[in-house]
């Protein structure tokens, strides 16, 4: 366990913002993880989980109290046949792409369209990550937790957790920290079949199509460089929590009213926006849409240090000196000219600390 003082938090963020943590303790096992938040609770201290610091905003004046950064390490396979798949558990620290690649290398599919996203393994339940047809929800057998107010070890299986879009039992609560996950994974050469259309035509396939999950892997990343989504030190497009926003689910009622606003905002000609069924009967639309359709296009914001990405409208981006307080500025005029053009107010996805949207 490692403790230092004033540590800006901008450094320990892929948005590369938010003032410092007045105290920081890196954790490297699981007692360790215990021991520094049963501290801080015991002290009654303001406690800030942190992993990768994908998707974190803190604020410009940083965290007044204790910051618990997770480096634990550990992809443990617990068993693997062609009945069960392969019982994999992994530590909260671990970088979730590593465990993508070790996933591919070893045969196990099921999270390879999950490549390249960027942060730490404990954090994949909590936000119920997902891209290109693939949410963890799909392979998570058990989530282990410490739990805070019961100041025990639990463990919640599938079926506990809550699971729906981009959310789960875990979000918008500090009760309970991840200490590692059980992913279910399919003993196989050949990826899941491929879900997502733009993937499919990328890998010259019909949706549906399994294949090789190399193959599948260099699909997705290729994908996700085309929209800055892949961590690059040298490319301002990749300064960001990925998609800001997430993808509005709307009542068939919703959904009729927003396309009467798209026809008096954009025209009756004007193709309508996109829709993709839930299994519940709502329907999801794209927010890039709305946020482009609402006139903020690719790059919006330069040459100010906080702007859109130029290669994905969803991604609000630290073009290099932005604050906090930059950053969230632009995210208000895009989720409130999205809201005065269409109707539909716009859910930030990274968790903002010490501000709010």
Request: overall charge negative; glycine content about 10%.
């Amino acid at each position: 366990m490692r403790e230092e003082h004033d540590v800006p938090l901008s450094t320990l963020t892929t948005m590369r913002v938010g003032g410092p943590a007045a105290r920081l303790v890196t954790v490297e096992t699981t007692d360790e993880i215990v021991d520094a938040v049963r501290e801080v609770d015991d002290a009654d201290e303001p406690l800030l989980v942190l992993s990768g610091g994908s998707n974190l905003v803190v604020s410009d004046e940083g965290f007044p109290g204790t910051v618990v950064r997770i480096a634990t390490s550990g992809i443990s396979p617990e068993s693997a046949d062609s009945c069960g798949g392969a019982m994999v558990r992994v530590a909260a620290g671990e970088v979730w792409d590593d465990v993508v690649v070790r996933a591919i290398d070893e045969g196990w599919a099921g999270i390879e369209a999950l490549s390249g996203i960027p942060g730490r393994t404990g954090a994949t339940p909590i936000q119920n990550v997902g891209a290109y047809g693939q949410d963890v929800s799909q392979t998570v057998a058990q989530v282990r937790v410490w739990d805070r107010r019961e100041q025990a070890v639990r463990t919640f299986f599938n079926a506990d957790c809550r699971f729906t879009y981009r959310h789960s039992r875990f979000k918008g609560t500090d009760r309970y920290v991840v200490l590692d996950v059980l992913y279910q994974l399919e003993v196989a050469d050949l990826s899941r079949p491929v879900a997502y259309a733009a993937l499919a035509t990328g890998l010259g396939v019909e949706l549906g199509t399994r294949v090789p999950l190399t193959e599948a892997r260099s699909a997705v990343l290729e994908q996700r460089r085309a929209r800055g989504m892949v961590l690059d030190e040298q490319d301002h497009d990749t300064w960001s929590c990925g998609s800001f926003f997430t993808n509005p689910i709307l009542t068939r009622a919703e959904f009729e009213a927003l396309l009467e606003r798209a026809a008096d905002h954009l025209g009756v000609d004007a193709p309508p926006p996109p829709q993709f069924p839930e299994p519940d009967g709502r329907l999801k639309t794209s927010a890039a849409w709305l946020i482009d359709r609402a006139g903020f296009t690719r790059g919006h914001g330069l040459p100010a240090p906080a702007a859109l990405s130029t290669k994905h409208t969803l991604a609000v981006t630290n073009r290099g000196g932005a604050t906090t307080s930059d950053i969230l500025a632009l995210a208000r005029r895009v989720r409130d000219g999205v809201e005065e053009a269409f109707g539909i107010r716009l859910v930030n996805e990274p968790v903002i600390v010490g501000e709010t949207l």
